[in-house]
């Protein structure tokens, strides 16, 4: 079998376009061109960024499945981190700028507003998996472990779409787009879980 291509830009030319729509936004705010409600703007542009980037991070493996493309998984993590940094960007422009850090006022909103309870729930389950993103956490955790873990990410993303769709309440065409294309990769990724299983079970009654 061929080896894969090295491709050294692969990663440098990700994290710069990963980048590039935080160096936009921080520009338009530089500028003063963030429009009439500078903070929704920036709580919803980057929390669209979120959603979309870990998305793009669960596709790596399926689209290699699909494909058998060997590049996608080679930036699966880089990917999820950039996602996991807009979560948290999103949730801190949330608390220090639009609540001004006012405890009270934040807590009952998380109490009250079921969309920011859900979006408080998918960054927490973000956080374990950026912790343990290094390979040094794999070999500490251990493979099969690590990757149990690991699982929740569709679980965070999940309700990172539901968040979407609470938030938005009337057209939620583009919140279910993304909840339909999470669908699909779990299908893929069941898809081949399965045709696994199966796999060693022929293997062991031979």
Not at 69 to 79: A, E, I, M, N, S
Not at 146 to 172: E, I, P
Not at 176 to 186: D, H, I, P, Q, T
């Amino acid at each position: 079998m061929a080896s894969s291509p090295p491709l050294p830009w692969l990663k440098p030319a990700f994290l710069v376009g990963g980048l590039s729509p935080l160096a936009l936004l921080l520009l338009e705010l530089a500028r003063g061109t963030l429009g009439a409600n500078p903070i929704e703007r920036v709580l919803n542009q980057t929390g669209m960024l979120a959603l979309l980037v870990l998305v793009a991070s669960l596709a790596c493996t399926p689209l290699k499945l699909v494909t058998g493309w060997t590049w996608p998984p080679r930036v699966r993590k880089l990917l999820g981190l950039l996602g996991f940094g807009y979560a948290l960007l999103h949730f801190l422009v949330y608390v220090g700028v639009d609540q001004g850090l006012r405890m009270g006022a934040l807590l009952e909103d998380i109490t009250k507003r079921p969309f920011i309870t859900v979006g408080l729930l998918a960054l927490v389950l973000l956080v374990p998996l950026a912790v343990t993103s290094t390979q040094g956490m794999v070999r500490r955790l251990g493979f099969p472990r690590w990757q149990r873990l690991h699982r929740l990410a569709y679980v965070a993303v999940s309700l990172g779409v539901v968040h979407f769709v609470w938030r938005v309440k009337q057209d939620v065409t583009e919140p279910l787009v993304y909840g339909g294309v999470l669908a699909l990769l779990f299908a893929i990724r069941l898809a081949e879980a399965v045709r696994k299983r199966r796999a060693r079970a022929a293997l062991s009654a031979t």
